[in-house]
C-alpha cells in the first residue's frame, strides 16, 4: 500500500490504486488485507482504475476504537472522495456485505458486485452466527487470539486437522495479529440473515456472483441477494469455489461494471 487518505474519525486507511479507467474499489472480506484482493486489481487494471486497500485494523491502516460499521463505511466514503467522487464496489465474502451497506448508505456508488456474500437464509443459520459471535467475542475479551481465528476457520467450515495445520504453519502469526478484526467482519454481517430491507432499498445495479463448486447454502445465499435487491443480477462461476480465480472472476465484472 503506497498510499494513504484519512477517514472521518482520523483514522488512517492505506490503499494502492491501479490501472487508469473508472474507479472500482475492491473490498476484502474477514482475515484478510488489501493484498489479497491485488491479484483481481491487476486483471482488472487493463480497463480500470483498481483501488485496493487495508480495512481498518489491518496491514498499514490504523484503526481507532470504538469500532463501528459506519466507520467502515466512512473509510470508502474517504476512498471514493480521494479517487474521484465516486466508483464502484467490489466485495468477498463479508466484504460484499460491507460493499452492499456502503451503497445502501448513500455513498456516491455506480455499481455493486460481491462475490459469495455468506448470509444466513432461516433461523437455524441466524443461530449458528450467534453462538459464534458469543464465542468469539468472549475469545477476544480474553486475548485469546488464537482460539479466535480457529472459531472463524471452524465456521468456514474447514476440517479440524487443516485447523491445527495452520496453528504450526508460519502464517498463523499474521492471522492472530488481525485476529481482533473478526469482530467487525462479524458486526459488519448484522445478526447474519439476508437484510432484506436493506437490500430493498439500494438503487444501483448489483451482481451477486457465485462459485459452481461452492457449498449449495452459499450458492442460494448469493442468488437471495441478487433476487432482493431491485436490479440485482446472480451469475454462476462454473467450476469455481469460494478461492475463486481472479481472472475467471475479473471477467465477469468487467463485463458488469462496462455494462
Partial sequence: MD????SRDGTRIAYTSTGQGPAVILVSGAMSTGGTVAPLAQCLAGRF?????????RGRSGDTAPYAVQREVEDL???IDTVGGE?????ISSGGALALEAA????PVRQVAVYETPFALDEEGAKGRAEYTENLTEALAQGRRGDAVELFLRLTGLAEQMIQGARQSPMWADMEAIAPTLAYDDAVMGNGLVPR?????LTVPVLAVAGGESPAWLREAT????ETVPQGTYRVLEGQTHMVDPNVLAS????FFTA
Avoid: P
Fill in 104 to 107: 445502501a448508505s448513500g455513498l
Fill in 77 to 79: 466514503a474517504a476512498l
Fill in 87 to 91: 466508483a464502484a464496489l467490489y466485495g
Fill in 252 to 255: 465477469a465484472l468487467a463485463e
Fill in 3 to 6: 498510499k494513504e487518505t484519512l
Fill in 49 to 57: 482504475q483498481a483501488v485496493v486497500y487495508d480495512r481498518r485494523g
Fill in 197 to 201: 430491507d436493506r437490500l430493498a432499498a
Fill in 223 to 226: 442468488r437471495a441477494v441478487a
